[in-house]
């Protein structure tokens, strides 16, 4: 075994996706897979797909490719609004993309058409979040305007909620999404089949509190992590440890808990803090800032403090763990969604599958 590692648990992603496709389908609402934070992970990928979700999304074309390379047999969809110069590969990689551009639209159309393809679009809607989306005032003449693109099917509106503004998804702001819907039904005749609610934000608000006429949710982190994303509590069912960062000590040493000698900032440019708690027991582990943001590991070990951390080392006291430490000795660490991404990511994280 080499460390760091990280353990991924695809049983449990999947009974995860599982426990979100079953609680979305008794209030009418069909799943989208987004595996993102794995940084197009392919095992990742088809413990998701493997759950009944009807869509997988990433934020990356590069991650659908490997998907579609990879053979899963779900529609992929584009989460980040297309750049115009990605359009020619993604219309022949992606059925569906999040839109809210006509000139990006427009050039959907002609890739589209010149591939022969029919090329879905969700119309983003911002409803307070301030990220992607149209205004609500102008989401009718954009939805004409893109109703009549040839190689082009409008196929529904969508809105995020919770990423950029904090705003909470609510009944009264996802009402005023169905509403748009129906508007864009009347206007133009389509059936618009998606009314997507938004994110892990939205799941606290099912199955009772959302209304009628949303159709689907995007859902990343609380599959992955099993926590809605609002008040951050546990999906009934769903697994809190399908990933585990696991971590070996390199040194350990009583050390005071305060340096010695004039004080200027630390290897990041941050000026220093410390609080004096006399001598305490001190690890390093072989894990840094290249590899994790550290804020967001939660040691296993009750006792165990995270004090800090350089590129490639993490300090830690363990003064109060009660286990037995050694050099060698491994620490555990359950992931939130930034330590997930970002552990993920780093290419000297193992990645073990279990
Ligand atoms: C990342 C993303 C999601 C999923 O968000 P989670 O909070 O992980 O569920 C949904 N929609 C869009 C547009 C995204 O970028």
Same mark, same amino acid.
Not at 161 to 168: D, E, I, P, R, T
């Given at each position: 075994?080499?460390?760091?590692?990280?353990?991924?648990?695809?049983?449990?992603?999947?009974?995860?996706?599982?426990?979100?496709?079953?609680?979305?389908?008794?209030?009418?609402?069909?799943?989208?897979?987004?595996?993102?934070?794995?940084?197009?992970?392919?095992?990742?990928?088809?413990?998701?797909?493997?759950?009944?979700?009807?869509?997988?999304?990433?934020?990356?074309?590069?991650?659908?490719?490997?998907?579609?390379?990879?053979?899963?047999?779900?529609?992929?969809?584009?989460?980040?609004?297309?750049?115009?110069?990605?359009?020619? #590969?993604?219309?022949?990689?992606?059925?569906?993309?999040?839109?809210?551009?006509?000139?990006?639209?427009?050039?959907?159309? #002609?890739?589209?058409?010149?591939?022969?393809?029919?090329?879905?679009?969700?119309?983003?809607?911002?409803?307070?979040?301030?990220?992607?989306?149209?205004?609500?005032?102008?989401?009718?003449?954009?939805?004409?305007?893109?109703?009549?693109?040839?190689?082009?099917?409008?196929?529904? /509106?969508?809105?995020?909620?919770?990423?950029?503004?904090?705003?909470? $998804?609510?009944?009264?702001?996802?009402? #005023?999404?169905?509403?748009?819907?129906?508007?864009?039904?009347?206007?133009?005749?389509?059936?618009?089949?998606?009314?997507?609610?938004?994110?892990?934000?939205?799941?606290?608000?099912? $199955?009772?509190? /959302?209304?009628?006429?949303?159709?689907?949710?995007?859902?990343?982190?609380?599959?992955?992590?099993?926590?809605?994303?609002?008040?951050?509590?546990?999906? %009934?069912?769903?697994?809190?440890?399908?990933?585990?960062?696991?971590?070996?000590?390199?040194?350990?040493?009583?050390?005071?808990?305060?340096?010695?000698?004039?004080?200027?900032?630390?290897?990041?440019?941050?000026? %220093?803090?410390?609080?004096?708690?006399?001598?305490?027991?001190?690890?390093?582990?072989?894990?840094?800032? #290249?590899?994790? /943001?550290?804020?967001?590991?939660?040691?296993?070990?009750?006792?165990?403090?995270?004090?800090?951390?350089?590129?490639?080392?993490?300090?830690?006291?363990?003064?109060?763990?009660?286990? $037995?430490?050694?050099?060698?000795?491994?620490?555990?660490?359950?992931?939130?969604?930034?330590?997930?991404?970002?552990?993920?990511?780093?290419?000297?994280?193992?990645?073990?599958?279990?």
């Amino acid at each position: 075994m080499s460390y760091p590692s990280i353990t991924i648990n695809t049983k449990y992603l999947t009974e995860n996706a599982e426990t979100m496709v079953r609680l979305c389908g008794s209030a009418g609402i069909s799943v989208m897979a987004i595996g993102k934070a794995c940084c197009g992970d392919i095992s990742v990928a088809r413990a998701l797909t493997a759950a009944g979700v009807k869509w997988l999304g990433d934020s990356r074309l590069q991650n659908l490719m490997t998907f579609k390379k990879a053979g899963i047999d779900k529609p992929l969809c584009l989460l980040r609004l297309p750049m115009l110069s990605e359009v020619s #590969q993604l219309v022949s990689v992606a059925d569906i993309s999040l839109v809210s551009e006509m000139a990006t639209a427009q050039a959907l159309s #002609q890739a589209a058409v010149s591939q022969g393809v029919v090329h879905k679009i969700i119309l983003m809607v911002d409803l307070g979040d301030l990220r992607e989306g149209l205004l609500p005032d102008d989401v009718l003449p954009a939805a004409r305007f893109m109703a009549d693109l040839p190689g082009i099917e409008l196929h529904g /509106i969508g809105v995020n909620f919770a990423c950029y503004g904090c705003v909470m $998804p609510s009944y009264q702001k996802l009402e #005023q999404l169905v509403g748009l819907a129906n508007d864009i039904r009347l206007a133009t005749g389509l059936s618009l089949p998606v009314v997507s609610g938004g994110n892990s934000a939205s799941v606290f608000l099912v $199955p009772n509190k /959302i209304p009628v006429g949303i159709t689907q949710l995007r859902l990343g982190e609380s599959i992955l992590l099993g926590r809605e994303t609002v008040y951050r509590n546990p999906v %009934p069912g769903c697994h809190l440890d399908a990933f585990t960062l696991s971590c070996e000590i390199i040194e350990l040493k009583e050390k005071p808990s305060v340096p010695d000698g004039e004080l200027c900032t630390d290897a990041f440019g941050n000026p %220093p803090s410390f609080v004096d708690k006399g001598i305490r027991r001190r690890a390093i582990l072989g894990i840094g800032r #290249q590899d994790v /943001i550290v804020d967001g590991l939660i040691p296993f070990d009750h006792g165990a403090d995270i004090l800090g951390a350089s590129s490639d080392h993490l300090i830690m006291d363990v003064t109060d763990v009660a286990r $037995p430490l050694e050099v060698g000795s491994v620490l555990k660490f359950n992931v939130q969604y930034s330590a997930l991404l970002t552990s993920m990511q780093s290419s000297y994280v193992n990645k073990i599958y279990l």
